[in-house]
């Protein structure tokens, strides 16, 4: 199957604004909220903008695979694969903050080929096509300069996902090495460091619909995204990842790595 990257980006496009719709709708609301089995936050909202994607999925390219985070799916080497995370940040639209994002990605072959964030209450939309760079509203997304870990602005969703890990000696480390650490943002930090406004998110026990969506953005700005060795994220990555705009910086991040978490033996 020959993929039309310029119409597969238009249907990412409308996949956004449909499930922006959904969350725009609910947004500041009273919603009942549900546990999943790994304890984090679900509610009618996710839900909604999920079957929305997936009903115009189905409608506009249905020889094409779904993954989603509420309704699952799997991973076909046969044909494209769209990979949804219809709210990333579920914790933060709850608490009514404007932090969270709705991200996606396409498949070929088990790359990513596109890959979308957007915050649908501020209007911030990056969109990523392999080979064709990064755009943020619209406009050419670039990442910035940065030559040393100690100038870098470093970001993470939350310090909680590394304590009691053997993360928790590199996140310690990274915070007296960066030049200061912000939270929270979910795929928005990513998208940020996209255009410019970090250098380097660290994050760990994401799924393929948290990391997969961001990974074209990163690098079709000029960054680096990968695992704690320096793979790159696929399907079946772990989940650990390491996002920055200078590669200066992502290797002396991996140098702590090799360091800190150096396996026994």
């Known amino acids: ?11 990412a496009g409308e996949l956004a604004d449909l499930a922006g719709a959904v969350l725009r709708r609910h947004f500041r609301t009273s919603l009942a909220v ?8 679900v509610s009618r909202a996710d839900r909604e903008a999920e079957r929305a994607m997936r009903a115009h999925l189905a409608r506009v390219l249905p020889d094409h695979a779904v993954v989603g985070e509420e309704f ?15 709210l990333d940040g579920t914790r933060a639209f709850l608490a009514g903050r404007p932090t969270f ?3 996606l990605a396409l498949l070929e072959k088990g790359r990513p080929v596109l890959g979308l964030v957007d915050q649908p209450i501020t209007g911030d939309r990056w969109i990523a096509v392999r080979g064709r760079g990064c755009r943020f509203r619209g406009v050419p997304a ?19 996902m590394f304590l009691d890990s053997p993360w928790e000696g590199l996140y310690h480390a990274l915070r007296r090495r960066v030049r200061f650490f912000v939270y929270g943002g979910d795929c928005i930090g990513y998208a940020l460091l996209a255009a410019g406004f970090a250098d380097l998110v660290v994050e760990r026990e994401l799924a393929p619909h948290d990391f997969l969506p961001l990974v074209p953005l990163v690098e079709e700005a000029g960054g680096l995204v990968t695992d704690l060795a320096g793979a790159p994220l696929g399907p079946a990555s772990a989940g650990e990842v390491v996002a920055a705009g200078d590669a200066r910086v992502h290797a002396e991040v991996l140098a702590l790595v090799r360091t800190i978490l150096r396996p026994a033996g």
């Open 101 to 103: 994002g709705i991200a």
């Open 72 to 86: 699952g799916g799997t991973f076909p080497e046969d044909r494209p694969v769209w990979v949804l995370d219809p």
């Open 1 to 11: 199957m020959s993929l039309d990257l310029d119409r597969c980006a238009e249907v």
């Open 34 to 41: 549900e546990s999943k089995a790994d304890r984090s936050p």
């Open 142 to 160: 670039r990442t910035r300069p940065c030559p040393r870990l100690a100038a870098a602005v470093a970001s993470t969703t939350s310090p909680e």
